[in-house]
Nanobody, 123 residues
Framework: QVQLVESGGGPVQAGDSLRLSCAAS????????MGWFRQAPGKEREFVAA????????YYADSVRGRFTISRDNAKNTVYLQMNSLKPEDTTVYYC????????????????WGQGTQVTVSS
């Protein structure tokens, strides 16, 4: 069982930066691929970024590539999402998730989810 707790969301202006953190419980964090997703009301959960178990591979949605960076610190059981050049369309709830796979891009492939953190970008 893995418990995930996101933090770092909040209101910002367009062009600003935020760093989301996701702290995981348990001693097997490095056994999980990690991902960030986002979901607006009434819409499907959208892939944002993923990172492999050892952090050696990362993947991004086209909409965030070049602006967002996913990273992890296995010693701290934490995964991060550095978000730069934020846009109003990035406004939504962001979720981190853990998968038993090395890395994955579909929400269906993830086994554990955090409660989400709201990011609001105003123009």
């Amino acid at each position: 069982q893995v418990q995930l707790v996101e933090s770092g969301g909040g209101p910002v202006q367009a062009g600003d930066s935020l760093r989301l953190s996701c702290a995981a419980s348990g001693r097997t964090f490095s056994s999980y691929g990690m991902g960030w997703f986002r979901q607006a009301p009434g819409k499907e959960r959208e892939f944002v970024a993923a990172i492999s178990r050892n952090g050696g591979s990362t993947y991004y949605a086209d909409s965030v590539r070049g602006r967002f960076t996913i990273s992890r610190d296995n010693a701290k059981n934490t995964v991060y999402l550095q978000m730069n050049s934020l846009k109003p369309e990035d406004t939504t709830v962001y979720y981190c998730a853990a998968t038993r796979m090395i890395v994955a891009g579909s929400p269906r492939e993830y086994d554990y989810w955090g409660q989400g953190t709201q990011v609001t970008v105003s123009s």
